[in-house]
T-cell receptor
Framework: GQQLNQSPQSMFIQEGEDVSMNCTSSSIFNTWLWYKQEPGEGPVLLIALYKAGELTSNGRLTAQFGITRKDSFLNISASIPSDVGIYFCAGLTQGGSEKLVFGKGTKLTVNP | SQTIHQWPATLVQPVGSPLSLECTVEGTSNPNLYWYRQAAGRGLQLLFYSVGIGQISSEVPQNLSASRPQDRQFILSSKKLLLSDSGFYLC????????????FGQGTRLTVV
């Protein structure tokens, strides 16, 4: 089945540092999504990417849809304590399947 | 606006007991619906998804089943719970084919004892 390999599994950084995480897959996806989850809550969408090569920003967050359609990265600039949480990538296949699969997540800790 | 309701929020059930978790969506029609399970500190495992009433795709063979009796209702069930069924269960919906965004419910924390 389709699997997403997300790395790193966890990150411990100082406030103000930049963060980078990525996802790769052996399968092609039509859409890449990045979510953030806080404890006890459902994931919340941060950025959605629909075209290969697309680069999209949302405030301090920037994400890119890889040219091969098999990978994506998320960057967070100038991290702040409220960035703490688990970040997930997700890939969507369409055209009848509509299956949405998630990576295993990157747990981010920001030290003030 | 669209909303998704998932209940109960927490549940403690004995081993061998049945399970029924319900998820409903309001404000949209013919959504794709998904059930995920998340073990503590782990990723989201896709359990079932549905593109229409009565249409269920199962991703992982296990002790659980899903049903979609109505367009905006998705139910996760088990006849006999196992200890390994403990986890955080999340329901999600998205618009078919138009965009990728999926929206999640608040989740159900299930503890099997």
């Amino acid at each position: 089945g389709q699997q997403l390999n997300q790395s790193p599994q966890s990150m411990f950084i100082q406030e103000g540092e930049d963060v980078s995480m990525n996802c790769t897959s052996s399968s092609i996806f039509n859409t890449w999504l990045w979510y953030k989850q806080e404890p006890g809550e459902g994931p919340v969408l941060l950025i959605a990417l629909y075209k290969a090569g697309e680069l999209t920003s949302n405030g301090r967050l920037t994400a890119q849809f890889g040219i091969t359609r098999k990978d994506s990265f998320l960057n967070i600039s100038a991290s702040i304590p409220s960035d703490v949480g688990i970040y997930f990538c997700a890939g969507l296949t369409q055209g009848g399947s509509e299956k949405l699969v998630f990576g295993k997540g990157t747990k981010l800790t920001v030290n003030p | 606006s669209q909303t998704i309701h998932q209940w109960p929020a927490t549940l403690v059930q004995p081993v061998g007991s049945p399970l029924s978790l319900e998820c409903t969506v309001e404000g949209t029609s013919n959504p794709n619906l998904y059930w995920y399970r998340q073990a503590a500190g782990r990723g989201l495992q896709l359990l079932f998804y549905s593109v229409g009433i009565g249409q269920i795709s199962s991703e992982v063979p296990q002790n659980l089943s899903a049903s979609r009796p109505q367009d905006r209702q998705f139910i996760l069930s088990s006849k006999k719970l196992l200890l390994s069924d403990s986890g955080f269960y999340l329901c999600a919906w998205r618009v078919q084919g138009v965009s990728g965004e999926a929206f999640f419910g608040q989740g159900t924390r299930l503890t099997v004892v």
